[in-house]
């Protein structure tokens, strides 16, 4: 089993920045590629953005790309989106999600969420 804990949320305004973390618990060595999605109201899920294990692969959603990173640090095993130049059209609910894998068994686990709000 793998709990993960999103932070960071908040109100900002439009142009401004803020630092989402997800911090992960449990069965964490066999955590694989970590993963930021979005949810707005009304809206499906949106993926925002990937990390492989290492860190040395990153993937964005062409919505962000320029303006998230998605950094991880296995040591304290968290990964962060480090999001800038703020939208009102990022404002959603975040959620981490995990890939876990053990041999031929691959898990997916998920945070409860953390809120962004981007005031114009």
């Known amino acids: 089993q793998v709990q993960l804990v999103e932070s960071g949320g908040g109100l900002v305004q439009a142009g401004g920045s803020l630092r989402l973390s997800c911090a992960a618990s449990?069965?964490?060595?066999?955590?694989?590629?970590m993963n930021w999605y979005r949810q707005a109201p009304g809206k499906k899920r949106e993926w925002v953005a990937t990390?492989?294990?290492?860190?040395?692969?990153?993937d964005y959603a062409d919505s962000v790309k320029g303006r998230f990173t998605i950094p991880r640090d296995n040591a304290k095993n968290t990964v962060f989106l480090q999001m800038n130049s703020l939208k009102p059209e990022d404002t959603a609910v975040y959620l981490c999600?995990?890939?876990w894998g053990y041999g031929h068994e691959t898990r997916y686990y998920w945070g409860q969420g953390t809120q962004v709000t981007v005031s114009s």
């Open positions: 999600k995990s890939v």
């Open positions: 449990g069965s964490v060595f066999n955590i694989n590629d």
């Open positions: 990390v492989t294990r290492r860190g040395s692969t990153t």
